[in-house]
């Protein structure tokens, strides 16, 4: 039971950083095309104004709850070594806590973020976190 509230908490921060995300790259960027260069620094100042109140927040949550998956999922190593599932898994789990702690040495800290600015690779690297989990367990 605790389990599936865990899992639940997971699915639902992800989907606010994801969702936060999937908006800003597919939908508000391109209003850029459409506005002045001051009405967009404006827009953007107050979308991001709404955002800090919230996705740093889901960001940690889903790392929290994604590390005690983790915990739960990754099972014994083999004499033989890593399975397939536990080899993506670890390379979901790398991709996580690096957004993880991206994001919260940027937003916490005020630490750049580390090596790309724009939020074009976050986004990129959710997609295949996401790819990744749906396929770790049939690999
Ligand atoms: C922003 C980062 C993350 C995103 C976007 C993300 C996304 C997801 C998604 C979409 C699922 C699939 C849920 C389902 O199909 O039911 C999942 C499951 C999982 N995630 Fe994450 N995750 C993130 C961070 C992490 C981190 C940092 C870890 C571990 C350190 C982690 C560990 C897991 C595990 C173990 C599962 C499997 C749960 C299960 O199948 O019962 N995740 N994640």
Redesign the pocket.
Same mark, same amino acid.
Do not use: C
């Given at each position: 039971m605790f389990?599936l509230f865990m899992?639940l908490v *997971?699915?639902f921060?992800?989907?606010i950083?994801?969702g936060f995300l999937f908006t800003d790259n597919l939908f508000f960027a391109r209003i850029q095309e459409k506005v002045t260069q001051q009405e967009y620094a404006k827009m953007r100042e107050l979308f991001m104004t709404f955002v800090r109140k919230v996705v740093p927040k889901s960001?940690i949550v889903?790392?929290i709850?994604?590390?005690?998956?983790?915990?739960?999922?990754?099972g014994v190593i083999a004499d033989e070594g890593l399975n397939s599932f536990q080899i993506v898994?670890i390379i979901?789990?790398?991709?996580?806590?690096w957004?993880?702690l991206r994001?919260i040495l940027q937003v916490f800290f005020k630490i750049n973020p580390l090596v790309f600015k724009s939020h074009r690779f976050?986004f990129l690297?959710?997609i295949i976190?996401?790819a990744?989990?749906?396929v770790? *367990?049939f690999v």
């Amino acid at each position: 039971m605790f389990y599936l509230f865990m899992k639940l908490v *997971h699915i639902f921060s992800v989907f606010i950083y994801g969702g936060f995300l999937f908006t800003d790259n597919l939908f508000f960027a391109r209003i850029q095309e459409k506005v002045t260069q001051q009405e967009y620094a404006k827009m953007r100042e107050l979308f991001m104004t709404f955002v800090r109140k919230v996705v740093p927040k889901s960001l940690i949550v889903a790392v929290i709850s994604g590390i005690y998956l983790f915990y739960e999922n990754f099972g014994v190593i083999a004499d033989e070594g890593l399975n397939s599932f536990q080899i993506v898994l670890i390379i979901k789990a790398f991709f996580g806590l690096w957004l993880g702690l991206r994001g919260i040495l940027q937003v916490f800290f005020k630490i750049n973020p580390l090596v790309f600015k724009s939020h074009r690779f976050p986004f990129l690297v959710v997609i295949i976190i996401i790819a990744l989990s749906q396929v770790m *367990h049939f690999v």
